[in-house]
């Protein structure tokens, strides 16, 4: 029995003894396989299997699952996004004033971009230097005939957003301005009662809790009446002016005709820019009418503001002091915005010049219109007064 059970155990040891080496080679074997990664354990405990990390960052790893990948992939789109927005906003700035155009985009031959404002300011400072006006970019030649609207840009322009000085939400610029005016709630806006005197200005949306408890609807008839005089005061003078119109078209002599001021330059060292109309006729008598720039500056291109002066030549011989009153308008296919001023005058056959009397243009940016443009184009009026 203790035979038999000694040879079983040895009957069985060759096939054990296979078996056990190849469990123990097996082993090893995975041992081999695994042992970078069982050596690296102990030390780099954050490393997997194949030293992979579990935490590393989801655009650069390629095993994230596709949802994280996704989420990825769009906060990326949306920083492209603002990028694309801040590089049009370079692009298609002016390249005078380096801002967006408000309103028409000029381009030289060369393609480079002025804003309305700036491509007459240009060219007006060119009239006044006696220069021709070129590009700031490439320096070549621009004028009215040689440069053109880019209506591409401005309908790009348009879309861009910006800001709401009031409500600073963004908005296209091409709705912009009806916002500000119509449906911002933290526009500036002025209370009812303003045309009796209320000074009060705040955000619409305050509006009606103000209006409701104004003061001003409850002030007595004496104290209506003393704000009503100061507006009467400053309705007078349009009213004088109007009603002097109305009187000059009574006249039995009236006179009118489109005159078209030409650019001359002085003979002085320093030449002076001005302006001077043809002879034309009106009432009969032979006229001529003359300009200047800021009453003949010496370096009116230094200067931001800019005027217009003017004085009418009667260059006829006349038997008889001649009394007139005589205004200018714009031209009947020009922009400029000029207010009615009449002035009078008696022209003698010695004292036949006016002094130079203002041009009436709104501002220094109508000014640049007319010095930008080849010539001025206006309609004089002349009202002969009989005694």
Same mark, same amino acid.
């Given at each position: 029995m203790s035979g038999a059970e000694e040879r079983e155990p040895g009957? %069985? @040891?060759? *096939? &054990?003894?296979?078996?056990? !080496? &190849?469990?123990?080679? #097996?082993? &090893?074997?995975? @041992?081999?396989?695994?042992?970078?990664?069982?050596? *690296?354990?102990?030390?780099?405990?954050?490393?997997?299997? %194949?030293? !992979?990390?579990?935490? !590393?960052?989801? !655009?650069?790893?390629?095993? *994230?699952?596709p949802k994280k990948r996704l989420k990825v992939a769009g906060a990326g789109g949306a920083e492209g996004s603002v990028k694309l927005e801040e590089r049009l906003y370079s692009v298609l700035c002016c390249t005078v004033c380096l801002d967006l155009p408000k309103a028409s985009v000029y381009q030289c031959t060369n393609g480079h971009l002025m804003c309305a404002g700036c491509f007459i300011h240009l060219l007006a400072d060119a009239r006044l230097k006696e220069e021709q006006a070129t590009c700031p970019n490439c320096r070549c030649e621009i004028s009215k005939s040689l440069c053109c609207r880019n209506l591409a840009v401005e309908k790009a322009v348009s879309e861009l957003p910006s800001e709401c000085g009031f409500c600073m939400r963004q908005f296209p610029r091409s709705l912009l301005e009806r916002h500000q005016k119509e449906e911002c709630q933290d526009r500036v806006t002025q209370c009812k009662y303003k045309r009796i005197g209320c000074p009060w200005q705040g955000p619409y949306h305050e509006l009606t809790v103000h209006e409701a408890e104004c003061t001003h609807p409850t002030k007595t008839g004496n104290e209506l009446m003393e704000i009503l005089d100061e507006m009467d005061q400053t309705h007078k003078k349009e009213m004088q002016l109007y009603n002097s119109i109305f009187s000059l078209l #009574?006249?039995?002599?009236? @006179?009118? +005709?489109?005159?078209?001021?030409?650019?001359?330059? +002085?003979?002085?060292?320093?030449?002076?820019?001005?302006?001077? +109309?043809?002879?034309? +006729?009106?009432?009969n008598q032979t006229w001529v009418l003359k300009a200047r720039v800021n009453d003949s500056e010496r370096n009116p291109n230094l200067s931001c503001k800019r005027t217009l002066s003017f004085q009418l030549i009667l260059k006829s011989k006349i038997s008889s002091p001649m009394e007139c009153s005589f205004l200018l308008l714009k031209g009947p296919y020009d922009d400029v915005k000029i207010n009615p001023v009449i002035y009078h005058f008696v022209f003698t056959n010695e004292n036949n010049e006016t002094e130079y009397v203002p041009l009436p243009i709104i501002d220094s940016v109508e000014c640049n219109k007319l010095l930008a443009a080849k010539n001025i184009n206006l309609r004089l009026f002349i009202f002969q007064i009989q005694k």
């Open positions: 009957g %069985g @040891g060759p *096939a &054990a003894a296979s078996s056990s !080496a &190849a469990a123990s080679s #097996s082993a &090893a074997g995975l @041992g081999e396989a695994a042992g970078p990664a069982a050596a *690296a354990g102990p030390e780099e405990p954050g490393l997997l299997l %194949g030293g !992979a990390r579990p935490h !590393a960052e989801p !655009a650069a790893d390629p095993d *994230a699952p #009574s006249f039995e002599k009236i @006179g009118y +005709t489109e005159v078209q001021f030409r650019p001359y330059r +002085t003979d002085d060292f320093i030449t002076r820019l001005y302006y001077e +109309t043809p002879r034309f +006729t009106v009432l």
